[in-house]
């Protein structure tokens, strides 16, 4: 069963600059998750999707970031314009469902914004 | 709102040793639940073991155990025969029902060496 992809791994872009970030699920699973991971603290949640609606972003910064899943698939995080504090790991994870104990996770996407 | 605390940025153990990695939190509410996640450097974050608060019963997976103690609000992580492999960060999380959401919430880290 292939897991998680994410891409892309890295990307470094200049402040106020835009950046998008793609996601595909383990397939047949119906809730998606982005996380925002500092160095150095544990993963935050941003946005969880239940198939293409949005479940939960209340910790989602939405004057820059924003995200999207048609058709209950794969999805898109964008950040526009980028701040140095958005410096930090994306990471997506999916689940069966909502209700699912175990959330997989992609590799993550490595984000510097200078 | 839960919180989750580990108190231990790094720990270092030998290898064949026994480690135990500790995790509070903080909630009002009697359902939930707890798990551990190991993330190896530069891999994804995969699910190590969980406990239901419900459960009396402390779980065991293999060479991982974990000590729950409800009252205390205290879930720590044992890793007994510690192999190379270990190496990695270790985040305790809390997930919670009620909200509907099923929200995990992760504590900062330990980050486990583990010495030849």
């Given at each position: 069963e292939a897991g998680v992809a994410q891409s892309p791994r890295y990307k470094i872009i200049e402040k106020r600059q835009s950046v998008a970030f793609w996601c595909n699920p383990i397939s047949g699973h119906a809730t998606l998750y982005w996380y925002q991971q500092i160095l150095g603290q544990g993963p935050k949640l941003l946005i969880q999707f239940q198939n293409n609606g949005v479940v939960d972003d209340s910790q989602l910064p939405k004057d820059r970031f924003s995200a999207e899943r048609l058709k209950g698939v794969d999805s898109t995080l964008k950040i526009q314009p980028a701040k140095l504090e958005d410096s930090a790991v994306y990471l997506c994870a999916s689940s069966l469902f909502t209700r699912s104990y175990e959330q997989y996770f992609g590799p993550g996407t490595r984000l510097t914004v200078t | 709102a839960q919180t989750v605390t580990q108190s231990q940025p790094e720990m270092s153990v030998q290898e064949a040793?026994?480690?135990?990695?500790?995790?509070?939190?903080?909630?009002?509410?009697?359902?939930?639940?707890?798990?551990?996640?190991?993330?190896?450097?530069?891999?994804?974050?995969?699910?190590?073991?969980?406990?239901?608060?419900?459960?009396?019963?402390?779980?065991?997976?293999?060479?991982?155990?974990?000590?729950?103690?409800?009252?205390?609000?205290?879930?720590?992580?044992?890793?007994?025969?510690?192999?190379?492999?270990?190496?990695?960060?270790?985040?305790?999380?809390?997930?919670?029902?009620?909200?509907?959401?099923?929200?995990?919430?992760?504590?900062?880290?330990?980050?486990?060496?583990?010495?030849?």
């Open positions: - | 040793e026994t480690v135990t990695l500790s995790c509070t939190y903080d909630t009002s509410e009697s359902d939930y639940y707890l798990f551990w996640y190991k993330q190896p450097p530069s891999r994804q974050m995969i699910l190590v073991i969980r406990q239901e608060a419900y459960k009396q019963q402390n779980a065991t997976e293999n060479r991982f155990s974990v000590n729950f103690q409800k009252a205390a609000k205290s879930f720590s992580l044992k890793i007994s025969d510690s192999q190379l492999g270990d190496a990695a960060m270790y985040f305790c999380a809390y997930r919670s029902p009620s909200s509907g959401t099923y929200k995990y919430i992760f504590g900062t880290g330990t980050r486990l060496k583990v010495l030849a």
